[in-house]
T-cell receptor, first 114, second 111 residues
Framework: DAGITQSPRHKVTETGTPVTLRCHQT?????MYWYRQDPGHGLRLIHY???????DKGEVSDGYSVSRSKTEDFLLTLESATSSQTSVYFC?????????????FGEGSWLTVV | GENVEQHPSTLSVQEGDSAVIKCTYS??????FPWYKQELGKRPQLIID?????GEKKDQRIAVTLNKTAKHFSLHITETQPEDSAVYFC??????????FGSGTRLSIRP
C-alpha cells in the first residue's frame, strides 16, 4: 500500500464548528487530492494540489478550503461544518504522468456532522 | 462537462460465472483508464488499468478492454469467487488534474 495516512479516521462534530482533516504521504508524490464519497455519487473531487502552495478546486469545493505547506501534507478544512458535509473523505496521491498516472487512496476519514 | 457513465449500478452473478462492467467516457483526450475495487469500509484499491495505446490487458481472472472509437472500456471478471464481492469504480484520466470517476457498480457473488 502507498504510504498515505489520514487523520482523524473518525470524527463526530457539531454543526457550525471548524474541522480539519489531515493527509500525510511518505511517497514524495507531486499531486494530492481530497475526494468525498457518498451513496449514489461515487467519488467526487473537492480540491487538489499540484505542488507546495499550488491548489485548485474540484467539482464540489464549496464550503471547503485546503492548504499544502509541505510536499507531504495536504489539509482539508471545513470552516463551518454542515450536515450535508457528513461523508467519507478520501485523500489520494499521484506522481502524474511521469510514473504512469496511478492514483493511490488513503484509508478514509469518516466525518459525521450533527 | 466531461463525465463517465458506469453500468450496471448493481450486478449479481452466480459464483463461477463471469461479470462484466462497462464504462463510457465523453472526453476523447482521456488516455488512461484504471479500475478500482472497494470492499465495505475500505479504501478503493487499483486492480487493473489500461492505457489508450492498448486494446486489452489481462491479469489472471481480470481483464479490461478499451474501444477508443466508441469511447468505452469494460472490466471482465471470470470464474467469480465470493471475495470478488465489492464495489467497482472505473475512471477516465486525461491529466493529473482531470480524472473522472464512474458512479460505481456493486457486485454480489451468489454462492
Amino acid at each position: 500500500d502507498a504510504g498515505i495516512t489520514q487523520s482523524p479516521r473518525h470524527k463526530v462534530t457539531e454543526t457550525g464548528t471548524p474541522v480539519t482533516l489531515r493527509c500525510h504521504q511518505t511517497e514524495n508524490h507531486r499531486y494530492m487530492y481530497w475526494y468525498r464519497q457518498d451513496p449514489g455519487h461515487g467519488l467526487r473531487l473537492i480540491h487538489y494540489s499540484y505542488g507546495v502552495k499550488d491548489t485548485d478546486k474540484g467539482e464540489v469545493s464549496d464550503g471547503y478550503s485546503v492548504s499544502r505547506s509541505k510536499t507531504e501534507d495536504f489539509l482539508l478544512t471545513l470552516e463551518s461544518a454542515t450536515s450535508s458535509q457528513t461523508s467519507v473523505y478520501f485523500c489520494a496521491i499521484s506522481e502524474g504522468q511521469t510514473s504512469g498516472n496511478t492514483i493511490y487512496f488513503g484509508e478514509g476519514s469518516w466525518l459525521t456532522v450533527v | 462537462g466531461e463525465n463517465v457513465e458506469q453500468h450496471p449500478s448493481t450486478l449479481s452473478v452466480q459464483e463461477g460465472d463471469s461479470a462484466v462492467i462497462k464504462c463510457t467516457y465523453s472526453d476523447s483526450a482521456s488516455n488512461y483508464f484504471p479500475w478500482y475495487k472497494q470492499e465495505l469500509g475500505k479504501r478503493p484499491q487499483l486492480i487493473i488499468d489500461i492505457r489508450s495505446n492498448v486494446g486489452e490487458k489481462k491479469d489472471q481472472r481480470i481483464a479490461v478492454t478499451l474501444n477508443k472509437t466508441a469511447k468505452h472500456f469494460s472490466l471482465h471478471i471470470t470464474e467469480t469467487q465470493p471475495e470478488d464481492s465489492a464495489v467497482y469504480f472505473c475512471a477516465a484520466y486525461r491529466s493529473a488534474s482531470k480524472i473522472i470517476f464512474g458512479s460505481g457498480t456493486r457486485l454480489s457473488i451468489r454462492p
